[in-house]
Structures are given as structure tokens and as C-alpha cells.
């Protein structure tokens, strides 16, 4: 059973950068898998932000985060981040990382594996 830790989550105003980390654990490891970032604001539903796959580093954005956010892999450490830059205040959300089998999607119902969750809060 695969466990993801979020971390690097905080307090930044706006045009300020974090960079979040998603630590993939346990006793199965499956490269062919895809990671994706999520985020749920207050009120709002659950969005899609980005993806990645371990094999091969192909990456997906959604059109609200592109050319500001950028999602890598380090296979070696089974970690994948998330570097936000020009961050703004809607991007206050909490952010999630998941996993799932196959190449990414933008959709959260394909994603098995969720973790916990990390809170990015972006003061104007």
C-alpha cells in the first residue's frame, strides 16, 4: 500500500514563491503511475492543478497555473514537488497530491491514492 506525505505548505503574500513536496512511501512502489496536485479552496470543489508521470517526466497543467507552477519528479527519492512562483491570492487553497495507475488525468476520481494535504495560504 502506497502512503503520500504533502509538506512545504505556509503563509506567503502574493508574488512570493513555495515549493511543495509529496513523499511516496510504503511497500509498493509502481512506476507506471501518475502523480497529480490538486487543491480545494474554501467552499469550492476539489481542482485539478497538475500532473506527472514517474516513467517518463511528462507533465500536464491546468490553464490556470501554467507558466507559474512547475511539477517534477525525483524517482530516486519517490518525491514529487510542485514549485509555485507569482503566487496569488486564489491560489489560497489546501493542496493535495495523489497516485494513480496509468498516465495522468485532470479528473480526481482517477487518482486512488490521496494524501493528507498541505495549506498554502496567500495574503493580498
Known amino acids: 500500500q502506497v502512503q503520500l506525505v504533502e509538506s512545504g505548505g505556509g503563509l506567503v503574500q502574493a508574488g512570493e514563491s513555495l515549493r511543495l513536496s509529496c513523499v511516496t512511501s510504503g511497500r509498493t512502489f509502481i512506476i507506471d503511475t501518475a502523480m497529480g496536485w490538486f487543491r480545494q479552496a474554501p467552499g469550492k470543489e476539489r481542482e485539478y492543478v497538475a500532473a506527472?508521470?514517474?516513467?517518463?517526466?511528462?507533465?500536464d497543467y491546468a490553464d490556470s497555473v501554467k507558466g507559474r507552477f512547475t511539477i517534477s519528479r525525483d524517482i530516486w527519492k519517490k518525491t514529487v514537488y510542485l514549485q509555485m512562483n507569482s503566487l496569488k491570492p486564489e491560489d489560497t487553497a489546501v493542496y493535495y497530491c495523489?497516485?494513480?495507475?496509468?498516465?495522468?488525468?485532470?479528473?480526481?476520481?482517477?487518482?486512488?491514492?490521496w494524501g493528507q494535504g498541505t495549506q498554502v495560504t496567500v495574503s493580498s
Open positions: 506527472i508521470t514517474w516513467r517518463s517526466g511528462t507533465t
Open positions: 495523489a497516485s494513480k495507475f496509468g498516465a495522468p488525468r485532470s479528473s480526481s476520481d482517477d487518482y486512488t491514492v
